[in-house]
């Protein structure tokens, strides 16, 4: 995307330069005499001037405002725990579900219908070369407080108006199967796979959309047919999680580390270099499997891993046109090769990535080799097949450290509000395209705002699990944030980091990507404009405004008071429930 726009935006950096009063060729102590703060400004407000342009042209929704919206009752939002235990109930035990179903439409698999992905803007698939799947686990510990569902979904994002429809679909489907529900949560995670079919509607059926909704109402920029069987699918397996529920014991393991960063010299002490943070070269973030395992009391029964780890599941190349559910799938293959269900929770990630030109064991990469022999086809998928053997590797064999966990499941879930600001995602937020819960808001820089959903739970005495509505720089949860001097805006991050208000010696695991999809939740003091992230990587780009710092995600986030707003909602709530 950016190499589209680089001529473009090279003629207005030029003719913007030619009336910076304060132009440089090297980056100055001084902030305010490098030339990129002008041009930012100037290019920035062209570019916010079309947007703005584009929402007084498209007919906008009649969204309730923020006081009326919350006047009333949330329909489809759940709770938690009515109370907190600290101590497991008489007798209780932790009951697990598990269920699964493909979401994949029937006219991909036979191939007379394409569908765009989620992750790559232009790519389409015309076929499937594994699967996209909705994966759910009922959990239940057996105090007679209810049962909360976690579902992770293969894609780039779930809206929080597709996660209630979810959610409304689940509970009359228990009606109609005459099942008494006590489900007190139903929290639903995306994967973040960039190969699948588009869950969002942030990809090129976007601009058609806006196109025709100059002439009346365009309705979802993202497939509706497929929109239903994602809706009608996922809803099917946490039906299929919640009525297989049964008696077991839960674990908890890490994997060996997976964060060393050799180009950087970040945790040197760990045995794989898989991760990196392409944004913030600091430390900060998960970077082990964080891992449960539930063993049935029917030993026919099968086991159920579920594991946590932040990482852009982005390895599958753009140019390939089969469906792939990128490393998750092949982590999930082998973990059901050796018995077990298996769950992947994509966590706080932000601009955590695989490093793809890691020395990965040469036991998985000849069992790999022997994968592709059979099916050439697996070529283009190789990379992806051999990460995800190995991530399950990592996983199987750490399976000696199972620690158990106490029956012990408290959840409380808050809604709060997000101000949309000027950028993409706020125009197809406050248009309607992209499923948002969309309120009015007097105090929001575009009069519109997002109700959007946060969450606290307790696993066990020794667990903590964090959820947030979109892509989170773990920095903002973990600490280590960007300073002052390295910010974009000069200025320090005031917030504490959510971890640190967590008592001592709980593990601290964020699910990401839950409830909703608003975007990448950045810190305050490092959000720029996304064109200047276009801007400064253009060649030549450094000599006038010194060593590029990259601003790619703010591209599509719903603004720069989102990581405040979200680290603030967190940090109270951990003090609510840990006074």
Sequence with gaps: MKKSYSSFIAILLALTLLFSANSTTAFAADRQSNPIYPVTNVLGGFVDGIIKLLGILTPTPDYPTVEEYFATESENFYKGTDTFVDEVANGAKWSLGFGKESIVPDNLRDGSKKYYTGGYFTQKVNGVFDDQKAVAIALNDGSGRGTTIFASIDGIGVANADVRAIRSAVEQKLKEKEVDSDINAINI????????????????????????????????????????????????????????????????????????????????????PYLVNKRYYTEGYQHEFACFKFVPDNKTSAATIFTNIGAHPTIVDEETNLLSADFPAFMEEKINDAGMNFMFIQGAQAPVSVNKWADVPASTIGEVDEKVAVNPTAEDYKTAILYGYEYARLILEAQDNLKEIEPILNVRMTEYVVSLETGLFAYGATEGFIGTTTVKDSSSETGYSVITEAGYIEIGKDIVLLTAPGEIVPQLIYGNFVSAEESYSGTEWTYEATAKLIPEGKTV?????????????????????????????????????????????????????????TVSTLNELVKSLNP
């Design 189 to 272: 995670n995306a994967t973040h796979c960039h190969t699948v079919i588009d869950t969002q509607g942030i990809g090129l059926d976007l601009l058609p959309k806006i196109f025709l909704s100059f002439f009346g109402g365009a309705g979802r920029s993202m497939d509706t047919e497929f929109l239903e069987v994602m809706i009608d699918r996922a809803s099917d397996a946490i039906v299929e999680a919640y009525t297989n529920i049964e008696t077991g014991s839960l674990y908890y393991f890490e994997t060996a580390g997976m964060g060393k960063d050799d180009e950087h010299g970040l945790y040197a002490d760990d045995e794989y």
């Design 509 to 565: 695991l964020v699910m990401g990507l839950c409830n909703d999809a608003i975007g990448y939740i950045l810190p305050d003091n490092d959000f720029a404009h996304f064109i200047t992230d276009v801007i400064w990587d253009i060649d030549g780009a450094d000599k006038v405004f010194g060593s590029y710092h990259r601003h790619y995600e703010e591209l599509l986030s719903a603004g720069a008071s989102a990581g405040s707003t």
